[in-house]
């Protein structure tokens, strides 16, 4: 699913992509009928949550990633801990969640 927001982000967008990793994407869980269930991370920022919801938004307009976008069903967040690594810090957006120092 990174690979697919990746490829469809901009020239502005890369200045906070280029820093994401796949820690800081959301839990997945496929259901018996195709569904996935998602959840964010709950200390994730609301800048890069944007970011994924814009990158989204890309891909259900693309009839490559539609049919596979519309099975894809936010239930809340995820309690998953966030890693232990500093925090991301781009053009003064904290984008992973980390609490700015």
């Given at each position: ?10 020239a ?37 949550n ?31 801990q ?20």
């Amino acid at each position: 699913m990174m690979k697919k927001r990746e490829a469809t982000v901009n020239a502005e967008e890369r200045k906070i992509w280029k820093d994401v990793s796949a820690e800081l994407m959301s839990d997945e869980e496929v259901c018996h009928d195709g569904t996935v269930n998602v959840m964010r991370p709950v200390w994730r920022t609301d800048c890069l949550n944007s970011l994924i919801d814009k990158l989204d938004g890309r891909l259900r307009d693309c009839p490559q990633s539609s049919m596979f976008m519309k099975r894809r069903v936010y239930v809340g967040q995820s309690p998953r801990q966030k890693p232990l690594k500093p925090h991301v810090s781009i053009l003064g957006h904290h984008i992973s969640g980390f609490p700015a120092q």
